[in-house]
Structure formats: structure tokens, C-alpha cells
């Protein structure tokens, strides 16, 4: 079955370091992935976008790799700060009825210390 | 540019009772779509619409239904509720761009408690 997995555990940082989370899927060819921050009781907001062609893909202090061979990106945080703190969703497109739906993981949620 | 607009933000309904809850999309953008989010399932795709027409459902029971009117904005309903229907509902209006790649815009999500 199609899986998508994100680490469950929250990860712990101090300020100014590199957050690194990852997401990892099985039976998936997505043609896209996405990453999304969610903060409590608000709706994800779309970060940045990456293409089952592209490598990697930088945003300021956001960068995602894309390994298609290994079924898994990698999202970082370059000189995390407390504001940072925040679960981070990724999203496979998967092209379904003449559209691309965006299937989501559970989240990892990042805290960010000062 | 407004972002999208759901109505309303808390809602408290009684098992068996009927909710409808509305979304408006970011202005030109006509595909919608509604997502459920609970702690233990994470964020579930129930449906899509697009130009009045629903393109896709997911894997949720006939008492989830929604539609799509001409100005893009978009109704979801669940008949008959149950407990486990308590979650935060969350309407998504979607830019295409490039070769069908979509960026989906989230609204604030409606607050559903069932007791």
C-alpha cells in the first residue's frame, strides 16, 4: 500500500543550527513533492515545491532534495530560530481524475530553542 | 489578494445532526478541495471540485458530500454525525501551474466538535 512517513517524534534544536527532517514513501511515482508548515489550529502554508526531476531546490534558508531512487526527501533549515517551531508537512502529487491531489504526511513538528 | 475564507471557524453539533460548512477560494482559482485533519490520521483528502464538477473523493463514507457553485465557492456537508467526525476541516482553492503542478492555499479550517 502507498505509504508516506514522517518522523513522528518531534525534533528538538538549538537556535541558529540546521533542522533537518525527512519524509520517505513507498508505492508512490509522485510527480511532485511539496513541503508545508502548519502551525496549531491553522491551515498548512505551502513552502516550496520540488520536481521528480530536480535534485534539489533552495527557498532563502529552506533547501529539499528529492532522491527518487531512494523515495525520499530531506527539508533543512539553515540558522533555525525560535519562530521556525512549527510541524512540517510533505505532499506527494499523484496525478488521479485529470488533476494532481496532494497526498500528505502526518508531520513532523520542529521546536526550535532558544 | 484575500486568502480563502471558511465559515465558520467553530462549530459544536450533537451526534445525528447534519453541519454545513462553507469555503471561499482565492479569487480566479476554481479548483476546491476539503481535507480532514485529525491527530491520530493526520490530514485525509475527502474531495475535489473543480468548475462545479467533483473530480476526485477519497476513501470517505457517502454522508460527506460537497459541491461547488458558479463563483467557485464551495459547500461540504456531513449528514447524520458521529463522534468520530470531530476534527478540523480544511479547505484548500488551487493554482495550476506548470505541466499541472498545484500549490494549494489553505483556509483558517472549520473547528468541528461532535458530542
Known amino acids: 500500500s502507498q505509504k508516506i512517513e514522517q518522523n513522528s517524534e518531534a525534533l528538538n534544536i538549538q537556535e541558529g543550527k540546521t533542522a533537518t527532517l525527512t519524509c520517505n514513501y513507498t508505492?508512490?511515482?509522485?510527480?511532485?513533492l511539496q513541503w508545508y508548515r502548519q502551525d496549531p489550529g491553522r491551515g498548512p502554508v505551502f513552502l516550496l515545491l520540488?520536481?521528480?526531476?530536480?535534485k534539489e531546490k533552495r527557498k532563502e534558508r529552506l533547501k529539499v532534495t528529492f532522491d527518487t531512487t531512494l523515495k525520499q526527501s530531506l527539508f533543512h533549515i539553515t540558522a533555525s530560530q525560535p519562530a521556525d517551531s512549527a510541524t512540517y508537512l510533505c505532499?506527494?502529487?499523484?496525478?488521479?481524475?485529470?488533476?494532481?491531489?496532494?497526498?500528505f504526511g502526518r508531520g513532523t513538528s520542529l521546536i526550535v530553542h532558544p | 489578494k484575500a486568502g480563502v475564507t471558511q465559515t465558520p471557524r467553530y462549530l459544536i453539533k450533537t451526534r445525528g445532526q447534519q453541519v454545513t460548512l462553507s469555503c471561499s477560494p482565492i479569487?480566479?482559482?476554481?479548483?476546491v478541495s476539503w481535507y480532514q485533519q485529525t491527530p491520530g490520521q493526520g490530514l485525509q483528502f475527502l474531495f475535489e471540485?473543480?468548475?462545479?464538477?467533483?473530480?476526485n473523493k477519497g476513501n470517505f463514507p457517502g454522508r460527506f458530500s460537497g459541491r461547488q457553485f458558479s463563483n467557485s465557492r464551495s459547500e461540504m456537508n456531513v449528514s447524520t454525525l458521529e463522534l468520530g467526525d470531530s476534527a478540523l476541516y480544511l479547505c484548500?482553492?488551487?493554482?495550476?501551474?506548470?505541466?499541472?503542478?498545484?500549490?494549494?492555499?489553505f483556509g483558517q479550517g472549520t473547528r468541528l466538535t461532535v458530542v
Open positions: 508505492n508512490y511515482s509522485p510527480a511532485y
Open positions: 479569487s480566479g482559482h476554481r479548483s
Open positions: 484548500a482553492s488551487s493554482a495550476v501551474f506548470d505541466r499541472g503542478a498545484t500549490e494549494a492555499f
Open positions: 520540488i520536481r521528480e526531476n530536480e
Open positions: 471540485y473543480f468548475s462545479e464538477t467533483q473530480r
Open positions: 505532499a506527494l502529487d499523484s496525478a488521479a481524475g485529470g488533476s494532481y491531489i496532494p497526498t
